[in-house]
């Protein structure tokens, strides 16, 4: 999680914010490529969905699909960090 322990504009906001959006990183973020910066996804609650996209955000993970899968999840998908040119 070496973004998160970069400069974070959400660590200006609250510490707490800050603690709790990095904590849903190993929580529900996947990592096929082995590496954070690569390829990642998350299956998460609906309620959720929106803290887990700015948690992915934060990291340069900018979510290119969001579905929701009808069962009260919704799948968030980014080509990650790289992809996204950072």
Known sequence: MEAFNAY??????SDNRFEYLKDLWPEYVQMPTGHWKGEVYATVPSDLADDVEECMGNNGAIVDERTDL???TVYLYSR????HGF
């Open 80 to 83: 990650g960090y790289w992809a």
């Open 70 to 72: 009808g069962d009260g």
């Open 8 to 13: 974070s504009p959400f660590r200006s906001k």
